[in-house]
Nanobody, 125 residues
Framework: QVQLVESGGRLVKTGDSLRLTCTAS????????MAWFRQAPGKDREFIAS????????YIDGSVQGRFTISRDNAKNALYLQMNRLKTEDTSVYYC??????????????????WGQGTQVTVSS
């Protein structure tokens, strides 16, 4: 079984930067495509970014493009989301997810078999 654990979420101010980490265990991390999603109170889960198993292919949703960057370190079984110039609209629980198809960059939740429990990011003005 694959387990994913997110960390790094906290209360920040508008304009601040924050890096989230997702640490994987129980599988071969280098074989999985990975993604970040988020869910704000009262809203549906939203796709943010995805990355190929080898880190080559990436896709960033237009709503955060230019501010957010996805990356990974397969030697550490770690996925990262660098968030810059944070806005109040970024306040959400952020989730990481894994797909057994290593080249996947899909924005569809059903394409990701494994999910973490989420980490809260709150952006205050």
């Amino acid at each position: 079984q694959v387990q994913l654990v997110e960390s790094g979420g906290r209360l920040v101010k508008t304009g601040d930067s924050l890096r989230l980490t997702c640490t994987a265990s129980g599988g071969t991390f280098s074989n999985f495509a990975m993604a970040w999603f988020r869910q704000a109170p009262g809203k549906d889960r939203e796709f943010i970014a995805s990355i190929h198993s080898n880190g080559e292919g990436k896709y960033i949703d237009g709503s955060v493009q230019g501010r957010f960057t996805i990356s990974r370190d397969n030697a550490k079984n770690a996925l990262y989301l660098q968030m810059n110039r944070l806005k109040t609209e970024d306040t959400s629980v952020y989730y990481c997810a894994a797909s057994s198809e290593g080249t996947r960059v899909s924005w569809l939740e059903r394409h990701y078999e494994y999910w973490g429990q989420g980490t809260q990011v709150t952006v205050s003005s």
